[in-house]
């Protein structure tokens, strides 16, 4: 079964975030979309495994695990092995409690990693994040923990912001020296989120370098190679084609359906539903799925 909104776009993934409590005070957290506060509960294990489950039984096959920082969960473990055959599992995480849990999680089922890790200067780290030089070791550490555990590939994000615009090349070649890939992402406009860096014009010096550049199908992002590097770039603002090529149908960390990741007036409640109701009630919202950045003619903003 393939899953399809009215403008003819296939919802291949789920993303989930498990938590809205994290251990970081990132300057440029969007909180997942989500209103802060929501309704005062945590999505739970049953639910997340019952959704999970839904979604698979309508073919979708990749689930995102976000948060907040969702290894503040010590379930996950137990919900990655609860997790239907053929549905392949990633982590979003800021990797300060990764090093320890590496191995567990991909034993327990977890496919591969995404890190953030936004500035190589632990006090530039601090800045951007709110921790502390010893959190910048650990998600170093978290890192090769997760290298190590052969949770591949593992990406490393990057916000671009005016503070770390000016180590894009040193991040180039932490990414070619660890054997990760480097994910370079563009700041969501919103009021209060930091200062964004020239991520146009560092990505028009990635294109001047590249040995070869492709065009992912997930919202058509670029990926730019560089003697060994493997750098994407993720460009969502005003960007029409990001939209056009989304696939994801995103679940609050209070337990909703979210059709977009910039919108809450269309959320679809998964509370009180079984399996059969929690796959009507995706559908329902796979129908609510309209591109944010549409343009003439579109919802827009």
């Not at 802060?36 to 495994?49: C, K, L, N, P, W």
């Not at 010893?134 to 671009?160: F, Q, S, T």
């Not at 932490?174 to 406009?189: P, T």
């Not at 370098?209 to 992002?221: I, N, Q, S, Y």
């Amino acid at each position: 079964m393939t899953l399809a909104d009215p403008f003819g776009r296939r919802v291949t993934g789920l993303r989930i975030a498990v938590t809205p409590r994290c251990n970081l005070a990132c300057l440029y957290c969007h909180h997942e979309g989500e209103l802060v506060g929501g309704r005062g509960r945590e999505i739970s294990a049953d639910e997340i495994v019952k959704v999970i489950s839904a979604g698979a039984d309508l073919g979708i096959r990749r689930v995102k695990l976000t948060g907040g920082e969702p290894l503040l969960r010590g379930d996950l473990e137990s919900i990655l092995e609860r997790t239907p055959e053929g549905v392949e599992v990633s982590l979003t995480t800021n990797g300060v409690l990764l090093a320890a849990r590496a191995r567990s999680l991909a034993e327990a089922g977890l496919a591969r990693v995404n890190v953030s890790l936004d500035s190589l200067r632990p006090a530039v780290y601090a800045g951007i994040t709110g921790g502390t030089a010893a959190d910048h070791r650990r998600v170093l550490e978290g890192i090769d923990a997760a290298l190590g555990a052969g949770l591949l590939p593992v990406k490393v994000n990057v916000v671009v912001l005016r503070e770390n615009e000016g180590e894009v090349w040193e991040m180039v070649d932490f990414a070619r020296d660890r054997g990760v890939i480097l994910q370079l992402i563009e700041l969501l406009n919103l009021p209060g989120r930091g200062a964004a860096g020239d991520i146009a014009g560092i990505e028009a010096a990635l294109e001047a370098r590249a040995d070869g550049v492709v065009t992912r199908d997930l919202h058509r992002r670029r990926k730019y190679f560089l003697s060994g590097a493997e750098v994407e770039v993720v460009r969502p603002m005003d960007n029409t084609e990001f939209c056009a090529h989304c696939s994801r149908l995103r679940v609050t960390s209070d337990g909703r359906l979210k059709p977009c990741l910039l919108r809450n007036d269309n959320l679809v409640d998964l509370a009180g539903a079984d399996l059969e109701e929690t796959k009507r009630r995706i559908k329902r919202a796979v129908l609510l799925r309209s591109p944010y950045f549409c343009g003439e003619g579109g919802r827009g903003r």
